[in-house]
């Protein structure tokens, strides 16, 4: 069975720091792209950033760009997210999603970052 | 790319048809001639669920209730017939380009 975890998420001061973590497990994980989303409470879901299956290959949002990190692990199937001088707005629920070329086609239950003093 | 979805409520009858639009600021024709079109459902309090990829291609395990259809920038996902279990937000994802993009999403609710 196909299964993302993520882990990582929790309280965080603005401007501090913050690395997720997405376990992935039922399949071969160094075979597929893989991407971040968030969502804002309530809200709609922004896609955050896409990393290849080799880890050679990363794209942002803009709003996140130079500010977050996209790298993987394929020998412990885990992907990341580095995330620095974290905002308000950057309080959401953030999941991993596999990449089957150009679809989403798995994705995690995702984890809670709240940014606040 | 903008992708603006209508209408963003949809109070459908039990085993009544939904339809939902979905247009792109442009073309989401890829280089290699495929339309990296996708409509996820998101459940109340579960992560999104991809049912449709590629404009039409239901995903493993979609009931054949849900469909999707449309071409260069404008896209439809339909449900026959809605059941108890539809009620969500449904949102589409183009894939084509960088920055991938959402629509804001349409909630789908029983009347």
């Known amino acids: 069975e196909v299964q993302l975890v993520e882990s990582g998420g929790g309280l965080v001061r603005p401007g501090g720091s913050l690395t997720l973590s997405c376990a992935a497990s039922?399949?071969?994980?160094?075979?597929?792209?893989m991407n971040w989303v968030r969502q804002t409470p309530g809200e709609g879901l922004l896609w955050l950033s896409f990393i290849t299956e080799d880890g050679t290959g990363t794209n942002y949002a803009d709003s996140v760009k130079g500010r977050f990190t996209i790298t993987r692990d394929n020998a412990r199937n885990t992907l990341y997210l580095q995330m620095n001088s974290l905002r308000a707005d950057d309080t959401a629920v953030y999941y991993c999603s596999r990449d089957a070329i150009g679809h989403f086609d798995q994705w995690g239950q995702g984890t809670l970052v709240t940014v606040s003093s | 790319i903008v992708m603006t979805q209508t209408p963003l409520s949809s109070p459908v009858t039990l085993g009544q048809p939904a339809s939902i639009s979905c247009k792109s600021s442009?073309?989401?024709?890829?280089?290699?001639?495929?339309?990296?079109l996708n409509w996820l459902q998101q459940r109340p309090g579960q992560p999104p669920r991809l049912l449709i990829y590629q404009i039409s291609n239901r995903f493993s395990g979609v009931p054949d209730r849900f469909s999707g259809s449309g071409a260069g920038t404008d896209f439809t996902l339909k449900i026959s017939r809605v059941e108890a279990e539809d009620v969500g937000v449904y949102y589409c994802?183009?894939?084509?380009?960088?920055?991938?993009?959402f629509g804001q999403g349409t909630k789908v609710e029983i009347k």
């Open positions: 039922g399949f071969t994980f160094s075979d597929y792209w």
């Open positions: 442009q073309s989401l024709v890829h280089s290699d001639g495929n339309t990296y």
């Open positions: 994802l183009q894939a084509t380009e960088f920055p991938r993009t």
